[in-house]
């Protein structure tokens, strides 16, 4: 009677050992699936904050003054706008930036002028009118400056004692924002306050 009491109980040891080995292997294949999600989730979201913070900071600042060009002391009629890169800043395709201006009477998308780099614009569009420290194609890289010329079709906004934002957004990134107020005397060149 003993000897099958101990067979009894060798068999129940078996059957908890392999029930806890069973136990184990499931544990051990759940914690790999939760850890592999979550490692897979946290590069993504770790992607989107680094394309967020790519985005969020302007990738282009003002490096100078602002100016306005007038014929006449009644209305602005070109402003004249240096940009540069800012620290760190990956380059910008000039000719996929978008221009617009916005005063309290309006608001107004300026068109890219055509030809864009080295040339005055029309009336309603905007160019690269000088570059400095700059290659030849149409990369705003590190070290460059590019003087952009916006030419406003509607100028009611751009009298004196008037203010005005230019919105200035390369494609895929945040827009630069230059909020600036006319003075109360217009002169052929004039330098625009914030």
Known sequence: MSSSSDAENGFTGLEAAIVLIAFV???SIFS??????????SGESQSIIHQGIRQAG???????TVYGVS???????YIIIPIGLTTGGEPIDITTMSVRIVSP??????SQNDPLIDTFPESGRWSVQERYCSNADSLLETGECYVLNISPYIRSGLIPYGTFAIEIKPAGRAAL???RTIPGHIDRLTPLRR
Request: with cysteine.
């Open 25 to 27: 292997v499931v544990a």
């Open 32 to 41: 790999y699936t939760v850890l592999g999600a979550g490692f897979h989730f």
């Open 58 to 64: 302007s990738s282009c600042t003002v490096t100078g």
């Open 71 to 77: 014929d006449s002391p009644k209305s602005l009629k």
């Open 105 to 110: 009477k309006h608001t107004e998308l300026i």
């Open 177 to 179: 924002r230059v909020k």
